[in-house]
């Protein structure tokens, strides 16, 4: 058991949140109860997610989306008003990580990412705020053996935009919805760059610019971070720990 602001002042410091000027305030969104027992960690605060922690009693909920986003209307009523009350009618607190999650070099999703896909990456401070990272391969590869290693280790098959016929050196990526970010790739010289999502132009941005875009999946780049911050607390603060994954297609 924890207290449940100290495990949120340690959490604010490990992630540096006071370095990001973010779309969402990062760290307790919803206090709930004041001690931590049973952690529970999704990658957004739906109410399928809010519905399981309840099933399992969890004391606090950990996720990577969370609430209070930036142009969002302020009142909590409909949707909104029916998850927050359902965190508190349940004693569950809600923990939210953006882009402090994206970045840090050890939990954060881009870390997780090119872990779990077998890359020694290294994020790049010198474009887009450090959130793209980046591995100089060994052995140069082939989109296809790129696309089967992503379909394994995320369990769904990427889009693959094709920009050149040459086989890889150097890829990028960068999770979730970093297709924006597809010309900062191309300039910085990587073969392939993947991330979750795709939007019209990036087709003729890949093609245009002769860098491979994959696009993955926002929710299935983005569940390796949230995992590893909350079994990395659970661990420190001997909590009861629990992943729900809720599937969600893009």
């Known amino acids: 058991m924890i207290d ?3 495990l949120e002042a340690y959490s604010n410091e490990l992630l540096a949140v006071d370095d990001f ?14 001690r931590v027992t049973r952690l529970m960690v999704g990658v957004t605060a739906c109410q399928a997610l809010i519905d399981a922690a309840h099933e399992w009693q969890a004391d606090l909920l950990l996720v990577h989306h969370g609430y209070f986003w930036k142009g969002e209307p ?21 923990l939210a990580y953006h882009l402090p999650l994206d970045a840090h070099g050890v939990y954060g999703n881009n870390a997780q990412l090119g872990e779990s896909l077998g890359f020694a990456g290294e994020s790049d401070s010198n474009h887009s705020n450090g959130l793209i990272w980046s591995a100089t391969l060994d052995e140069p590869m082939t989109s296809e053996v790129l696309s089967g290693r992503i379909s394994r280790e995320l369990g769904r098959e990427p889009l693959h935009i094709p920009g050149h016929q040459r086989p890889y050196r150097r890829i990028g990526w ?19 760059f993947i991330s979750g999502e795709i939007s019209e132009p990036t087709v003729h941005l890949a093609r245009e610019m002769g860098i491979d875009y994959f696009a993955a999946g926002h929710h299935a780049t983005e569940r390796f971070g949230v995992q590893a911050l909350g079994r990395h607390l659970a661990e420190r603060f001997k909590l009861e720990y629990q992943f729900a994954d809720i599937d969600n297609p893009v």
């Open 4 to 6: 449940l602001l100290t």
């Open 21 to 34: 000027d973010d779309y969402c305030p990062n760290g307790l969104q919803i206090e709930a109860g004041d």
């Open 74 to 94: 302020a009142p909590i009523r409909g949707m909104k008003g029916q998850r927050i009350a359902s965190l508190i009618r349940g004693g569950i607190s809600l």
């Open 174 to 192: 960068c999770t979730g919805a970093a297709q924006s970010y597809l010309e900062t790739a191309a300039a910085m010289g990587l073969d392939a």
